[in-house]
């Protein structure tokens, strides 16, 4: 059995395992519409709890509480 978050996750054939070891793997990350702040990402900054995380700087969910 497969495990869940390994580093093939979301590649279910050999194929696309291919294709992402090949020509994506080595390359950043560039998402246009994330909530995330690229530095706290860069720096894998660690949160206290899951609130922190959850809430922390995103005003789309501060908006919609």
Same mark, same amino acid.
């Given at each position: 059995?497969?495990?869940?978050?390994?580093?093939?996750?979301?590649?279910?054939?050999?194929?696309?395992?291919?294709? /992402? %070891? $090949?020509?994506?793997?080595?390359?950043?990350?560039? #998402?246009?519409?994330?909530?995330?702040?690229?530095?706290?990402?860069?720096?894998?900054?660690? /949160? %206290? $709890?899951?609130?922190?995380?959850?809430?922390?700087? #995103?005003?789309?969910?501060?908006?919609?509480?």
């Amino acid at each position: 059995m497969k495990n869940f978050l390994d580093k093939d996750f979301l590649l279910d054939t050999e194929t696309a395992v291919r294709l /992402y %070891e $090949n020509a994506v793997e080595g390359l950043p990350i560039f #998402d246009f519409h994330c909530h995330l702040d690229p530095q706290e990402v860069w720096e894998n900054k660690s /949160y %206290e $709890n899951i609130t922190q995380l959850w809430l922390g700087g #995103d005003h789309y969910k501060w908006r919609t509480m």
